[in-house]
């Protein structure tokens, strides 16, 4: 059964029950199937079909989410492009996505948002339950190698690359069965990001209720209990999984499934969630659609492994040669299976880099390292490269440098993730305000580091970044934090500034006294214009 077959199946079979629910709406699978029956009618008779890009633009996610189905209805694909993105960066997507000669870019299709009157009023009239018959959708057709969507992730070009993705990847994410339990699914995910797809396709195409979860309730610790009480499986990134286990694990005894990854586990919070539900690992990269491979936490493990592939593919665990190395030696882990991505959308020298053909068969190079224990899962080690992922996003660190660089740095500087924190370093005496805000308008939120300004990077004996050095030198002063945690009530982050967290000049003197008499010399210039982080780490040095 194909993609849309599928979709008329689930909203014919489904009519009458919860599709979409939010705290503001809910849908039953009868409007989701007129609504974006009306949105795919009028994406066809603006000419939108096989292998068009449609580029969403929305701050509802609601609206987007019913946006896309329109567009798989109408045979195109889809590209979200976060409103919130730096007009620069979403350019450069925008651009991405019309760099190939069979995708129809944003100015040539028409396809911002909103897309028409026609496809406005029917986002909006979420109460329609009927479809005119002239409204309706002219029969498409979808294939199995037919673009579905186009996602982006961090490039080490200094711009982001666009994986294109067809129908045929998603299925081992929507048919593994294991990865659903009961009838309601979180949808935490944003859209920008494949997990999303998971949620969206997943729990959609098997009948599922999607409960949509904003960002402010996912972090409201009184509406958490109350949450988890109306969810039956969810997908949680490493960060978020750690804070609701340290906060209130026992809240998980309300769910039957959490599946969790995007960074390196930890086992002492996998252990403690799967004391309550049952609980998988999962890992893999947006090149081969969301997961690659699961594991299901035992809670006595001494190591938590990413497990083992569950699609019927193969991989390779390979040195720098290219050659398969013996079972328990580290080498870089290349996946084929269905979830491949077609490639990057025009960039054919990036392809040649990722893609290792062995007789015949392309894989991806993911550029993690990794070994096969005893039992025959593998155990991730690290990035071979310095491509790393911070709440669920791979990010380049080039990239950030690039675009420090772009600001004028005349000497050198270095990105650096500690596992916690992304930093920058720099050897320039710069305005630090000036190199953060010419960063925000370059780089989402999540690529924002705290920058450090140092007299030199540190290298080893080789010649190379001491990243030992970097770390040693990492230490954070408790008390300043406290200091100026206990006068924001409670509410200081590192990655915002002073006046972001609420704060004003009677509570900027009072930082300054309390910490002036411990021997700390800060001043209001510096509490208006640096990150916590970066004040914290200023006064370390001195």
């Known amino acids: 059964m194909d993609l849309l077959a599928r979709l008329s199946n689930v909203f014919l079979t489904h009519s009458d029950q919860a599709a979409i629910v939010s705290t503001e709406v809910?849908?039953?699978?009868?409007?989701?199937d007129s609504?974006?029956?009306?949105?795919?009618?009028?994406l066809t008779r603006q000419g939108i079909g096989a292998e068009n890009v449609v580029t969403i633009e929305t701050s509802s996610k609601l609206e987007a989410i019913l946006l896309l189905l329109g567009v798989v209805r109408?045979?195109?694909?889809?590209?979200?492009?976060?409103?919130?993105?730096?007009?620069?960066?979403?350019?450069?997507?925008?651009?991405?996505?019309?760099?190939?000669?069979?995708?129809r870019g944003l100015e040539e299709a028409?396809?911002?948002?909103?897309?028409?009157?026609?496809?406005?009023?029917?986002?909006?009239?979420?109460?329609?339950?009927v479809v005119e018959p002239e409204a309706?959708?002219?029969?498409?057709?979808?294939?199995?190698?037919?673009?579905?969507?186009?996602?982006f992730t961090s490039g080490s070009t200094?711009?982001?690359?666009?994986?294109?993705?067809?129908?045929?990847?998603?299925?081992?994410?929507?048919?593994?069965?294991?990865?659903?339990?009961?009838q309601v699914i979180g949808q935490l995910a944003p859209l920008e990001f494949d997990a999303s797809i998971y949620e969206i396709f997943g729990g959609l195409l098997n009948g599922m209720t999607l409960r949509m979860i904003s960002k402010d309730e996912s972090l409201d610790f009184d509406e958490i209990p109350s949450l988890f009480e109306q969810l039956d499986c969810v997908f949680l990134t490493t960060r978020l999984f750690n804070l609701f286990v340290d906060e209130m694990p026992e809240q998980f005894g309300k769910v039957k499934l959490v599946l969790t990854g995007g960074e390196r586990c930890s086992i002492q919070h996998l252990h403690t969630a799967a004391r309550y539900c049952q609980v998988w690992n999962v890992y893999g990269p947006t090149e081969t659609t969301v997961y690659a491979t699961k594991y299901e936490v035992k809670g006595d493990e001494t190591e938590v492994p990413i497990g083992r592939l569950f699609d019927q593919g193969q991989y390779l665990i390979v040195d720098e040669q290219g050659n398969a190395v013996p079972r328990g030696e580290q080498g870089e882990l290349c996946i084929s299976d269905s979830g491949l991505m077609r490639g990057y959308i025009g960039d054919e020298a990036a392809n040649a880099r990722v893609f290792l053909i062995q007789e015949g068969r392309r894989y991806y190079r993911t550029g993690d390292l990794v070994f096969e224990n005893e039992q025959g899962d593998m155990v991730y080690i690290e990035r071979k490269d310095r491509q790393v992922k911070i709440s669920g996003y791979r990010i380049e660190l080039g990239e950030v440098e690039r675009c420090a660089r772009a600001f004028g740095l005349t000497k050198d500087c270095l990105a650096h993730y500690d596992g916690k924190r992304l930093y920058l370093f720099v050897t320039d005496q710069i305005d630090l305000e000036e190199l953060r805000l010419h960063l925000r308008s370059r780089l989402p939120e999540f690529m924002i580091p705290t920058v450090k300004v140092v007299d030199q990077i540190p290298m080893n004996a080789n010649g190379k970044t001491d990243t030992k050095a970097i770390q040693a030198a990492q230490t954070s002063s408790g008390e300043v934090f406290a200091t100026i945690n206990r006068v924001l009530n409670g509410e200081a982050v590192l990655d915002k500034t002073f006046l972001d967290l609420g704060g004003d000049s009677i509570k900027a003197m009072e930082i300054i006294w309390q910490l002036?008499?411990?021997?700390?010399?800060?001043?209001?210039?510096?509490?208006?214009s640096r990150t916590i982080g970066e004040i914290v780490e200023y006064a370390d040095n001195r």
């Open 26 to 32: 809910s849908l039953t699978y009868g409007q989701v």
């Open 35 to 42: 609504i974006t029956q009306q949105v795919a009618a009028g």
């Open 74 to 103: 109408a045979g195109g694909a889809y590209c979200v492009i976060p409103e919130d993105y730096p007009e620069h960066r979403k350019q450069l997507m925008r651009t991405k996505v019309g760099a190939a000669a069979s995708l």
């Open 110 to 129: 028409g396809a911002a948002w909103p897309l028409n009157q026609e496809a406005a009023a029917a986002v909006a009239d979420v109460d329609s339950s």
């Open 136 to 151: 309706a959708a002219q029969p498409v057709e979808r294939r199995e190698d037919s673009l579905l969507y186009i996602i």
């Open 158 to 182: 200094g711009e982001p690359k666009a994986v294109a993705i067809e129908d045929r990847a998603i299925w081992k994410i929507v048919d593994h069965k294991p990865f659903y339990a009961g």
């Open 516 to 528: 002036g008499g411990k021997g700390y010399q800060l001043d209001l210039d510096m509490l208006f």
